[in-house]
């Protein structure tokens, strides 16, 4: 089938050849498209044949309408992308003035020692935080690399270190001391929490172990000023314990004379009741005694004997110095007294198992040594040496054979900080607060049937009763 220019080329041709005219079909279409061949042949007249060969004979329109569909795609798609740009574009405007304005105020909080809070520190992580999530979202959005993306990513972290640096660098310790109320504040509720549960302490009978040690002590329960008086600031007091007459009550009070050294007079009472009301005391002298460290087992007195490193025994019934036994080793004459107490090298000790003494020696150094003690020879049955040093401790007892040391925390506060189990031969630190009524505790003296601390607090009598926990399985 024969294109439309062809035959309009025969139908030409042959109009001419009927005119009698040869025409150059070279007048019509270009040598550099067409190839023609005429042929004359002699007839009842003049006949021109011409045919014509085209290289491609068909126009390309499916790849045109494919083009153009692709040409409209990519010109929707870039001016997508094209409107992102704008957003973008002004949103890290908006920001960038949002980083300006935050370096104003990091700037002036470096300048200004008191003027900012915690909630400044505040705004300004959240206005970085909300900064930073924006970068995030344009690095992850945008193809290939941005510099100003990048640059503003490592502004906003550069940002976010001066904050922290700057919270951190508190020289005012504002932020500390306002974290440190609200943390006493938590500390108070809880405390006013446990104050109004009407749960009982776990019991524990008298002369019985079978708790895990000290977990809380009681409020001071302040009976009465010693029967000597004011003046008389050094001393102990306590009860006695007896496992062979738990029904019968002895509580002693041994105060030392003045100067704070010489123990030579004491008073009995049978009855907690005539302790209270100064009925039917017994008062006795004794030749000599030192130190505060003096404790009570079984109706006698134990004590260190005057200027030296004895221990005596008394027998409370007949006043009478029983056994008289030197300490081996013994440290004396105010060489490693407690803190802030004077005289008192040897300090005796009554729990559940017997009779202890706590002492140094010049080869401990002053740490604190812990014997036990045959109460009827005063013979040292067994000695452990602790790593604690006995001048900075202000006084000592021992429960279940552990040594509980105190120090002062203030005026009004002692603790409770160390221990050391002679059962282990382990030492722990511990934190245990005890209220106290004046400055300086002179001696502490537990008592195994009634769980009760006796303390002689410049000159007072005062009683703590003992929390324990139970043992932890």
């Known amino acids: 089938m024969l294109s439309g220019s062809v035959l309009l080329l025969i139908i030409t041709a042959q109009l001419f050849s009927c005119l009698g005219t040869v025409v150059s079909p070279l007048l019509l279409i270009p040598s550099s498209i ?100 924006l970068v995030t979202q344009l690095k992850s959005t945008l193809v290939g690399s941005n510099v100003i993306v990048e640059q503003l990513y490592v502004e906003i972290r550069n940002l976010t270190v001066m904050v922290n640096q700057l919270e951190s660098l508190d020289q005012h310790n504002i932020l500390a001391i306002r974290r440190e109320i609200v943390t006493l504040q938590n500390r108070l509720k809880e405390c006013e929490k446990d104050r109004n549960q009407t749960t009982a302490p776990p019991y524990f009978p008298p002369g019985s172990c079978g708790h895990g040690g000290i977990v809380n002590i009681s409020q001071p329960n302040i009976v009465q000023l010693n029967w000597r008086g004011f003046p008389f600031k050094y001393g102990a007091w306590g009860r006695d314990y007896s496992l062979q007459t738990p029904e019968k009550d002895l509580y002693w009070v041994a105060p030392l004379n003045t100067d704070g050294r010489l123990l030579e007079y004491y008073r009995l009472h049978n009855s907690y009741d005539d302790l209270l009301l100064f009925k039917n005391a017994r008062d006795y002298r004794i030749a000599y005694g030192e130190g505060s460290g003096t404790a009570v087992y079984k109706n006698f007195m134990y004590y260190n004997i005057y200027s030296s490193r004895d221990m005596g025994k008394l027998d409370l019934n007949t006043n009478t110095l029983a056994v008289r036994k030197t300490l081996p080793n013994a440290a004396y004459g105010n060489r490693f007294s407690y803190a802030g107490v004077n005289w008192q090298d040897i300090d005796f000790a009554v729990d559940e198992s017997g009779l202890w003494v706590i002492y140094s020696t010049e080869e401990s150094t002053g740490n604190i040594v812990i014997s036990k003690l045959n109460e009827t020879t005063l013979d040292v049955l067994h000695t452990w040496k602790t790593r604690q040093y006995k001048p900075s401790v202000s006084n000592a007892f021992i429960i279940c054979g552990v040594l509980y040391a105190t120090r002062p925390v203030n005026t009004r506060k002692e603790e409770i900080f160390y221990t050391y189990d002679t059962n282990t031969e382990q030492e722990a630190k511990v934190s245990i607060i005890i209220d106290k009524m004046l400055e300086t505790v002179q001696s502490i003296n537990y008592n195994p049937s009634d769980h009760i601390l006796y303390v002689f607090n410049d000159g007072y009598l005062v009683k703590y009763n003992l929390i324990f926990q139970p043992v932890l399985h």
């Open 34 to 133: 067409l190839t023609i061949f005429c042929f004359l042949k002699q007839t009842c007249s003049y006949m021109c044949q011409c045919s014509v060969y085209l290289p491609d004979t068909t126009f390309p329109v499916q790849k045109v309408e494919i083009l153009e569909i692709t040409a409209r795609v990519l010109s929707e798609k870039f001016e997508s992308e094209l409107t992102k740009v704008s957003q973008y574009t002004k949103a890290i405007e908006i920001y960038e003035q949002k980083i300006r304005n935050l370096t104003i105020k990091v700037e002036h909080m470096e300048s200004t020692s008191v003027s900012y809070t915690e909630l400044d520190f505040q705004f300004l992580k959240l206005e970085i935080n909300e900064m930073e999530r």
